[in-house]
């Protein structure tokens, strides 16, 4: 059986190689690290031109997509699931994301329930390591596809 370091490097790979054109593929994310035993991963994402907003800072809804696709595939490959929709996905905004600089996003599983898996993540800007924003998932635990 894989680890979940081999899978969640395979994930990225498959995201990035065979998912073009793609939101997830788009925003290029990278594995950093995981800890199976305690249930997170970080995930870093390069910053690009077309996520930005009028300001020039990183979209809102480009910041929920990262949120969304870090707890989402960390989830998939701690269960093996094929597929985990996302049942809620509230996000809090705390500074912008202003320069060339990219994100690392921290997902971490706070409850592995029958049906609902809740997970909570982090986002850090890369130069300083300042908190930019956090999100709570809530991902349904079934296969669905």
Known sequence: MKTLKERLEHSMKEVNEKRKGQINAMMEPQFIRCD???MWAEFRFPKKEWERNIAGHLHGGVTAA???FSMGVLIRDLTELKFVPTVELNVTYMRA???EDGVIVKAKVEKMGKRIIHLSAEM???KDGKKAAMARG???NENTS
Do not use: P, R, T
């Open 36 to 38: 199976e035993e305690e």
């Open 66 to 68: 990262m949120f969304d």
């Open 97 to 99: 994301v202003k320069d």
């Open 124 to 126: 850090f800007l890369e």
């Open 138 to 140: 809530m991902f349904l």
